[in-house]
């Protein structure tokens, strides 16, 4: 069934202007994405409904599709069309919260897939906590799913004689953070995070059921506890179409 527009949405492009037409176009459709006049999962307008619509080439429509799907905005399927991507996860980046803090936060309902929990020694690692390499660390790795999908691969190294058989046990709501508080009251401080973006490798593609190469955003944390002794050093490795980041900023007097 065709699209009906709504001609006097005020959605123009600007032929005189020295911004191309695709980068218009792209903005006009992920201003409906991000708008809500698309619902998650639903089907956005074919290449031939936004030609006539705008106007212009077919090259200028599909130009503007391929970046707004690269970009996770849209979803292809072959020979049915395109799609509105599931909507992403969003972080602050405000506050010293756990996975399963910030989905509930969010009003989200994630369950994890533990695939290791053990006790063992990483040269690498403790040299990130500033330790010495012969302290026991436990090494928690999880999948992190999101209404069942996987949405990040997620492995956290703590220091053991601050958790002495975390390993062993199950964890207070699924939550690292609130077992590390409620068990061994130990008193989460502050924390130094990076993020960069980089192609899935193998064990990120089988993980997060995506192809290798696709965009993942890695998230490299070191946690401290408020007396400044460092407690945990966690890497997570995001779905690039499911994740983002949004960052309050102000310009001081």
Known sequence: MSIQFDRDDGARLER??????????????????????????QKFPTESELEQ?????????????TELTSEGFLVRQRGLGSFVAKTRVQDRLQRLTSFTEDMREQGLESSSEILEFQVLHDNDV???????VDEELVQLSRIRRLDGEPLALQTS??????????????????SLYRTLEERYNLLLGDAIQTAEAKPADEYESSNLMI???????????????????????????YRGDRYRFRVELSRGS
């Open 16 to 41: 005189q202007s020295p911004v191309p037409l695709y980068h218009q176009l792209k903005g006009i459709l992920r201003s409906w994405i991000t708008g809500g006049m698309y619902e998650s999962g």
């Open 157 to 174: 190294f703590l220091r053991h004689s601050f958790c002495p058989g975390i390993a062993d046990a199950e964890l207070v709501n699924d």
């Open 53 to 65: 619509r705008f106007g212009i080439s077919r090259m200028t429509v599909r130009r503007a599709l």
């Open 211 to 237: 192809r290798i190469g696709y965009p993942v955003l890695v998230l490299e944390r070191l946690a401290y506890l408020q007396n400044g002794e460092p407690i945990e050093y966690v890497r997570s490795a």
């Open 126 to 132: 403790a040299n990130r906590l500033g330790i010495s």
